[in-house]
């Protein structure tokens, strides 16, 4: 956990308090198959699925008319939590938070940018991602349920 010192000073010296830094911000995102809810305006669209290779045809032939009304996460710089749940898939998932241009084939980008990832979403498994956002514009989705790739704006 982060703390932050405050130092008094008084008539008797100086006493320095420690407090706990401000805690991060949780995003909350349910998963169901091809998507995630709230980046979808809350819309379920129901897609059956019973492995990762059905949303690629399903995210083929909708992925982009989806993703051209799809929310645009707008944040300020800070600490964040993404608590992910998996409602009602049938596979593992998983959930990536990363640089708009990381390419995890390059090397640089590894130690350069901001990539998180994680996977181990059995159905109604909900996991937290833990990510420091600096102004940009981010990607998240799931490669293991594939969904489009949902926008994050992060600005002062």
Not at 20 to 34: H, N, R
Not at 44 to 58: G, M, Q
Request: glycine fraction near 8%; proline fraction near 5%.
């Amino acid at each position: 956990m982060k703390h932050i010192v405050v130092g008094l000073f008084g008539l008797l010296g100086a006493a320095f308090v420690v407090l706990p830094a401000a805690a991060a911000e949780v995003i909350t995102l349910t998963q169901t198959g091809c998507q995630f809810l709230e980046s979808e305006n809350d819309v379920d669209l129901k897609f059956k699925t019973r492995k990762a290779e059905d949303c690629v045809k399903i995210n083929t032939q909708t992925g982009a008319a989806r993703l051209g009304k799809s929310k645009v996460i707008k944040l300020k710089p800070g600490d964040y939590v993404f608590r992910v749940k998996n409602k009602n898939v049938p596979y593992e998932l998983g959930f990536w938070i990363r640089d708009h241009d990381y390419d995890w084939r390059n090397p640089v980008h590894h130690v350069t940018k901001t990539s998180v990832s994680g996977g181990g979403l059995v159905v109604g498994k909900t996991q937290d991602y833990k990510v420091t956002l600096k102004p940009g514009e981010y990607f998240y989705s799931c490669p293991l349920n594939p969904t489009p790739n949902y926008r994050i704006v992060v600005s002062n």
